[in-house]
T-cell receptor, first 112, second 114 residues
């Protein structure tokens, strides 16, 4: 089944403790992206990757890092999480720029 | 600066009637528009899209209309069914952007009343 898989689905952590949210797609998509969803703000792009070893900032990159060492994986790294990073995170991938994006099921992160 | 706006946070429609969800955008560089549907505890799923060279696109019960001069698009669902109850996001992107970023609206929660 074609899908984008994120882990974990839920995570509660403390301020400053480094964490990684994994994202993997099995569709051989070149383009991958991370979004966060917050009430009243819709989904905002954090980082994106056009291909292996090619990444760039989206609209809200502060406090996040990403890497794209393999085509299928695009982990999101929070080196020192803060409470304002409490949010619902989605990973997405796409093959065609004219087509729809496939989203993962989301990771709900709470930073206390 | 919200470049894609969905001014109705919620909408309730009787089963069998037409649901109309609206979306406005401000960036004239946007030329491709998409609608996503989102159920609780799931990621958004692609519903339908339209290119700026068209003013209408249909897929079964779903039709998207684009009015470029007004920078407005709408999603029509006919007839509405209980399974259509979800949050709907419109999204936009530009052909010449280096980033294949989708810019999303804030969503409209559609409730279909049986």
């Amino acid at each position: 089944e074609a899908q984008v898989t994120q882990n974990p689905r839920y995570l509660i952590t403390v301020t400053g403790k480094k964490l990684t949210v994994t994202c993997s797609q099995n569709m051989n998509h070149e383009y991958m992206s991370w979004y966060r969803q917050d009430p009243g703000l819709g989904l905002r792009q954090i980082y994106y990757s056009m291909n292996v070893e090619v990444t760039d900032k989206g609209d809200v990159p502060e406090g996040y890092k990403v890497s794209r060492k393999e085509k299928r994986n695009f982990p999101l790294i929070l080196e020192s999480p803060s409470p304002n990073q409490t949010s619902l995170y989605f990973c997405a991938s796409s093959f065609s720029t004219r087509g729809g994006y496939t989203f993962g099921s989301g990771t709900r992160l709470t930073v206390v | 600066d919200q470049q894609v706006k969905q001014n109705s946070p919620s909408l309730s429609v009787q089963e069998g009637r037409i649901s109309i969800l609206n979306c406005d955008y401000t960036n004239s560089m946007f030329d491709y528009f998409l609608w996503y549907k989102k159920y609780p505890a799931e990621g958004p799923t692609f519903l339908i899209s339209i290119s700026s060279i068209k003013d209408k696109n249909e897929d079964g019960r779903f039709t998207v209309f684009l009015n470029k001069s007004a920078k407005h698009l709408s999603l029509h669902i006919v007839p509405s069914q209980p399974g259509d109850s979800a949050v709907y996001f419109c999204a936009a992107k530009g052909l010449y952007f280096g980033n294949e970023k989708l810019t999303f609206g804030t969503g409209t929660r559609l409730t279909i009343i049986p």
